[in-house]
């Protein structure tokens, strides 16, 4: 099936943000006195928001206000070391000029904070993308559809002629609620195997396979 917009994912989809991630969280775990993590934990933590991953990130019995600092001194570190390390997947931005000149729309919904999606969709991809939503006050976070459908509202397409690509559960949780089709991609934070148990119908390993999937 053809179709008029892509709603991609951003961490682990499009962009390769992990260390930049897992780096301010550790800086901010050593800031306020509590064990660091492991990439291959942090890796394991990241889909649902900083919030959550700084919940993931805590030893048990940690209070409620030891929590809330960690979680204001990663967002702060974060937000001014997001573009330290980050970098655009091999074949994405290749992928993305292929899907504009085919007349797609392309749009970028994240849960991350939305004042460091925008800076990073701006920086990394320019006018490749036609909106990039994240995190924000009193809209729910994925796999919650408020996002997608505020998206799908701005493109001024039918959700029936829109596709979602991500490389999680949460991801595949959100296409689901969404009611949208969806494809996996297996280069980000999530292998093959894993998503494939969570019930991934379409999983791709190289973003050029995207572009016939959505264009024919």
Not at 10 to 39: C, K, M, Q, S
Not at 54 to 83: C, D, I, M, N, Q
Not at 169 to 181: I, K, P, Y
Request: proline share 4%.
């Amino acid at each position: 099936m053809k179709y008029d917009a892509v709603i991609f994912d951003l961490d682990g989809t499009v962009l390769d943000t992990l260390a930049d991630i897992h780096d301010a969280l550790n800086f901010a775990l050593t800031e306020v006195g509590l064990p660091t993590r492991e990439l291959v934990q942090t890796r394991k933590s990241v889909g649902n928001g900083l919030r959550k991953l700084v919940e993931r990130s805590v030893p048990a019995g940690t209070t409620p206000e030891k929590e809330e600092e960690l979680f204001r001194v990663f967002t702060a570190r974060y937000k001014g070391h997001a573009a330290d390390k980050t970098s655009v997947y091999p074949g994405i931005t290749d992928m993305l000029t292929e899907l504009r000149a085919a007349g797609l729309k392309t749009a970028v919904i994240s849960n991350k904070l939305d004042t460091v999606l925008k800076p990073l969709s701006r920086q990394y991809f320019g006018d490749l993308l036609d909106i990039a939503v994240g995190e924000r006050a009193n809209v729910r976070r994925k796999p919650a559809p408020d996002a997608v459908f505020e998206v799908i509202k701005a493109l001024g397409c039918s959700k029936d002629r829109c596709i979602y690509i991500g490389d999680s559960e949460v991801d595949l949780e959100t296409a689901a609620n969404s009611g949208l089709d969806c494809i996996a991609v297996c280069w980000g934070n999530r292998d093959k195997d894993f998503l494939a148990e969570c019930g991934a119908a379409v999983i791709v390993s190289d973003p050029k396979e995207i572009v016939p999937l959505v264009t024919k």
